[in-house]
């Protein structure tokens, strides 16, 4: 027997979910709908009395103030009828799972009900209105539901009972694929079919390894090779040999440069970090994620992911299942980490972008944004971790292809970060049960986006579970602190195949596959060891401390099974049914793959300049600038995260007078007994990447620097990591301007002394627009971790106090290429912001020592919008008015911009504009007391700074040009509308 | 009277999903009590006896994921899976505070506001709720509240808010946070029996027509937390585990010379030293 349980909201009261539905409705420019009312409809399956199902429906399905309920013992209730009404129904598809479902089955059973069988869970919509069908269509498809997870019940009656029904038991049958004797073309049939984006050489490899083996391998045997080489898994490109050329212009074949990169992280990123050697560098780009002492007892871990191509999908479960993947690399670490804190950044394309452009199967940008968003609030916030850092980039050419990048922070214990498996040790997996979900996710984000992605590749689509994932991190901290396992790591991407075969590649692993729990019957042994269902950690336990380890994870309510044992024998043997299903040498496995070579080719461009007269009035553009999506206020993003659960939060994402400035960085105290704290910080900016990747790779670091400083941190011991997402690495094109960058991550980090300590690449980022595979523009996000000894001296970024000087220090070069300034004004111009370290690293010591000595109210680093940008965040996160001069700025010009009017200006000639939109790097707004003015000054010499200005008494904000007229005037209060009305939803 | 030379015992309860225990532990130990973190299938299996424990704290976070309702199951669970050790607990006159999710549990287990009429007759039934904030969504913010002023002392009925400044601030993350009490008459004799402990206000502590962000989730009457009719059951929505420090506070002028306590920290002092005293 299956009953059907609607609740729905009492007449009367006000229900926001629907008013929100409504509002969407309306941003979709559908103008007929007058109501809409939504229904949450439960299918509970099993024979129940009549009054178990009234008392589950009392008793828990239903708010009893607010909301009321119905049941029926039929399946499709009773449909609402008449002229312009539209009844319907949306629930997940068959292998979805809504955790809902378990917690509502475990909730029925503390009611005492014991007969129900299974749940399934759906949404019924009442729209009153006065619409098409295409319109409906619309509302459905754009608003309502996601057809890769969900669908429209057609009918209730025929469909909910086969929503119920167990999917076949899985008949045991080996396979074999018989590449031995296949043809080259062949090989690649079956690496495409198999969605296993192996190329051809590599395919070759595999097939000379089993035609000495005298025999074909098992599918499960390819798959378990293709996930371990692949790019997401392997990092082909980077650890790869690529030839690299540089010349001029496009237009002189003349090659500049040539060389041969034997190994582009081990030359570059890591480089970086031999070289430095650190001695609180504890543990680098070897596990789950980079290490850091933090203080005498504890270490701290950081790590960050991307989730492009899932978001780009699906993006709520994109996301969600992007900062659950990062979560569990912090759990992995060491033998489990404690995370402390979230970051996250995001590149969309515009939100106003035209529907009708979409590229085919491309989600429209604000649809992907309030995914993304909802699905990292949801994960993050659900498992108490603080997201308190992060930056969103807008910008159209990401329009097919939106980066999802997810970062934690953890604390663990010094004495827990070592960690091996031990031979005889068993294989333990705990957490989630293993369904279809996410199968091939990590060859899937090796290769291209298309329009056929979504149908493809939807298994590799996925809900996450937070609450689960908190289950497991809870055990795995008792369970560690009691030592009870030697080695910890998590079901990424590859699933058990690559936590197994990683976590067993020195000693070797044996593993009977039909031990692995399943939430449901029928999947094959390839499919349980591929499967990539989140979760889900795998551990090595002595088999002595199995009975206690269990109990523990039993209290916490989360599936323990002994699935296996590290062997000694150095190789990865799979069973299923005592069977044998898989037999390969760990050696082969992980070193048996081809190095591949790759074409590197850089051309450098030459973008104009652009020409212009600087405008009189400078206000208006200040405006525009402040509402450029790209610095305007993330408030809307900002407040739906958590950023104060712990109770760690020190500077927090906003600040001000009211709370809603943009901080610079977050500083966040990992022990409630201690004034340590850790400061992060990030930077991205995709436009410079344009131009020159070296630079934008440089500018990078050094804004993620600065924003430290700006805090109050220092750069002794502050850390980087790097994540490098880009087109694909296979074109020449694409892959030198990778090369650019880590590059300038190598040039710049060397010389500021800041050592890497993980990242992560994510290649193959390109969609197809109008029949052309375009490729996202290269884009590096730089993050920094940083150990504050003393939070108490930490500063924010506001405007405190009438009387108070305004200083810049640093000095600011008309380099406006990639400004936010010169995209206002349609270009993109050429001569790039440059890193001048010997420069820079000498005002990031004194001003460290002046914050840290007490002389500096506030600082804020200048970064997109340049000093105009920063002072007016200043002074209105503060409340408060300013009067600058911009004589008074340290100026140095660097290039020939043709900035002639009719030959009376000289080409080196400053410009209010430009003076107050470059994007210069190492520059700070400061603001000190006039009381502290000789000491900050004696600390700032040799330092290129300037007093610009002092906070004023009025509510205005005056900045006089060169001339000494007013160029800019303007109320803070107007201001901040202006910065906060763009993304004000 | 009879005083306490050892700390009291707070059992800070958690079950899945619930991820403010340690701050919350914290804060406890802070003010001088023993805390001691334990999950409810510890309890259920009857290994740990909550009587064994004079203050009982439910922390925030999102038990069972809020499937369903915010705090729902887990209210269930105590109701059904509890009940005797519980009644037996409120009944021996020691305390309960629930924080956030806490809170929503104590509203849906009906253990707040309590049964009015029977001042020391606790029932198990729901007559108020936290539902969805009118913003529909979750929102993480710092508030000002107005706590209770009366004109008589003896009027001062909730044990864990006495003595707080008129205006304090604390933050607030929840998505359904907004009171509704089951009529406007048993709104009015919350008020009335002074139980309304709490309410969102304006930074100069005037609580006439508060409106959002001030008020963040839609709240009749502004209510941010209530007390039960002996004053001994509280529970609120903004959490004052986040602020037992001026570290931890926005208002705060960086750099600190001086770490101080914070507002949310009088409040855990107040229930550690009643149980000290009497419990």
Known sequence: MIYRIEIRPKTGVFDPLDQGLLKGIQELGIKGVYNIKSVAVFLIKGNLPESDVRKICQELLTDPIVQEFKYYQNLVGEKSKGKQVYDFEITYNQGVMDPVESSTLKAIKDLRVTSVEAIRTAKRYILHANISQPELKTIQEKLLYNKVIQHIVADPGQSYPSQFREPADYNFKINYVDIIRATNKRLQEISQKGQLFLNLVEMRTISNYFSLLQRNP??????????????HCGHKTFKGKIVYSEQCTANSKKIKRKTVINNLLKSTIMKVTKKLNKPWCVSVFEDNSGVIS????????????????????????GANTGIGGVIRDCLGTGLGAKPVLNTDVFCFGLPDYDFSKLPAGALHPKRVMKGVVSGVRDYGNKMGIATVNGAIIFDNNYIGNPLVFCGTAGIIPKKYLKKSAQKNDLVVLVGGKTGRDGIHGATFSSGELTDESETVSSSAVQIGNPIEEKKVLEAIIIGRDENLYNCITDCGAGGLSSAVGEMGRNLGARVDLEKVPLKYHGLSYSEIWISEAQERMVMSVPPKNIIRLKEIFDQEDVEFSVIGEFTGNKRLELFYDSKKVCDLAMEFLHDGAPRITKKAEWTSSKFAEPKFNCPEDLTETLEKLLSDLNICSKEWVIRQYDHEVGGGSVIKPLVGEVNDGPSDAAVVRPRLDSRKGVIVSCAINSRFSLIDPFWMAASCIDEAARQVISVGGSLKQTALLDNFCWGNPDKPDRLAGLVRAALGCLKTALSYKLPFISGKDSLYNEYNLAGESKSIPGTLLISAISVVADTRKCITMFA??????????????????????????????????????????TIFQRLEKAISQGFVSSCHDCSEGGLGVALAEMAFSGGLGMDVFLKEIPYKAQSSLPVRQAGKHKAQNPRNDFLLFSESNSRFIVEVEPGKKRFFEKLMKGVNFGLIGCVNNSQDLNIYGLDGEICIQQQVSKLKKAWQEPLNW | MKVHKTKPRVLILRTAGTNCDKETAFAFEVAGARAEILHINQLISANRKLSNFSILAIPGGFSYGDDIAAGKILANELKYRLEDDLLRFLEAGKLVIGICNGFQVLVKAGILPGSILREENFSLEQISTLTNNDSNKFEDRWVYLKSQVTSHKSQVRCVWTKNLPEVIT??????????????????????????????????????????????????????????????????????????????????????????????????????????????
């Not at chain 1, 098992?218 to 790019?231: G, H, M, P, V």
Request: glycine fraction near 8%; charged fraction near 20%.
């Open chain 1, 800 to 841: 405190k106090q009438p009387g108070n000087l305004i200083y810049i220090l640093g000095l600011t070069r008309d380099e406006l290429a990639g400004s936010a300034y010169f995209k206002l004004h349609g270009f993109l111009g050429n001569n790039l912001p440059k890193v001048y370290p010997k420069e820079s690293l």
């Open chain 1, 294 to 317: 933090f203080d005498q007892d504890y270490n701290v871990c950081f790590k960050v992911e991307t989730h492009n191509h899932p978001s780009a999908i699906e993006p709520f479960g």
């Open chain 1, 218 to 231: 098992t599918d499960c045997e390819l798959e378990t090779i293709a996930q371990t080489w692949s790019e």
């Open chain 2, 170 to 279: 604390l933050p607030v993350a929840h998505g359904e946070g907004k009171f509704i009490c089951q009529s406007k008459s048993a709104l009015q004799r919350l008020d009335r029996n002074h139980q309304v402990v709490l309410r969102y206000c304006k930074q100069n502590g005037s609580i006439k027509s508060v409106s959002y962000p001030e008020n963040p989730n839609g709240s009749e009457d502004n209510i941010a937390g209530i007390c039960d009719p002996t004053g001994r059951i509280f529970g609120l929505m903004p959490h004052p585990e986040r602020h037992i420090w001026n570290s931890q506070s926005p208002y705060s002028k960086f750099p600190l010379s001086k770490i101080k306590p914070g507002d949310g920290l009088i409040i855990f002092v107040n229930g550690v030293n009643y149980a000290k005293r009497y419990l």
